[in-house]
């Protein structure tokens, strides 16, 4: 699992709330990702991360802000949440050695 | 980044060989081709990944023709445990390496 952990695994909260999704890895990868997939969707990449405080956005950051102040911590947050950021957010990381993407076991977010 | 096309779906039995071809006609020189697997309820995981002709590992064989502009992910002798979406991503594998997953093909394994 390439020692990713996302945090909370499960999230139900209501539409105009805030709500940071944590990512967290152990091995001092340069770039990790924020993904969210939606049934009968592949990934989208929301934002990445090439650095601590280097970060850029992916093909569906509307709505979404992310920070990385230290290495193994990779934050997204939705700054008012609305039912159509209902999806499951998965956090990668990319291994340096070998260009291979290893991913988080994801985060279940509910907007009602 | 190039797009990728795969079929939507397959179907196949236990013990069969599977290939699941992708197309990327606009790929670029530098772009690499890569595969992962995804469970339901779980992150994709890289299956294999290459640039010309083939490769082999302990899981597949990838197939890229001399023009580049398809693949063939060949799964050999399959079993139930490989019901899952493939994807197929094409991207160049310096810098940032934004990966576009397209909606994949959903494999389903039958007794």
């Known amino acids: 699992d390439a020692g990713i952990t996302q945090s909370p695994r499960h999230k139900v909260t209501e539409t105009g709330t805030p709500v940071t999704l944590r990512c967290h890895q152990t091995?001092?990868?340069?770039?990790m990702y924020w993904y969210r997939q939606d049934p009968g969707h592949g990934l989208r990449l929301i934002h990445y991360?090439?650095?601590?405080?280097?970060?850029d956005k992916g093909e569906v950051s509307d709505g979404y802000s992310v920070s990385r102040s230290k290495t193994e911590d990779f934050l997204l947050t939705l700054e008012s949440a609305t039912s159509s950021q209902t999806s499951v957010y998965f956090c990668?990381?990319?291994?340096?050695?070998?260009?291979?993407?290893?991913f988080g076991p994801g985060t279940r977010l509910t907007v009602t | 980044l190039a797009k990728t096309t795969q079929p939507i779906s397959m179907d196949s039995y236990e013990g069969q060989e599977v290939n699941i071809t992708c197309s990327h006609n606009?790929?670029?020189?530098?772009?690499?081709i890569t595969w992962y697997q995804q469970f339901p309820s779980q992150g994709p995981r890289f299956i294999i990944q290459?640039?010309?002709t083939k490769v082999t590992n302990e899981v597949a064989s990838l197939f890229i023709p001399a023009d580049r502009k398809s693949s063939t992910l060949s799964l050999p002798r399959v079993s139930l445990s490989d019901t899952a979406v493939y994807y197929c991503?094409?991207?160049?594998?310096?810098?940032?390496?934004?990966?576009?997953f397209g909606q994949g093909t959903r494999l389903t394994i039958n007794p």
């Open positions: 990668a990381i990319r291994e340096t050695a070998t260009y291979e993407q290893y």
């Open positions: 991503l094409v991207g160049d594998l310096q810098g940032a390496q934004k990966l576009v």
């Open positions: 606009n790929i670029a020189t530098n772009d690499y």
């Open positions: 290459g640039y010309k």
């Open positions: 991360s090439y650095g601590v405080k280097d970060t």
């Open positions: 091995e001092n990868h340069r770039y």
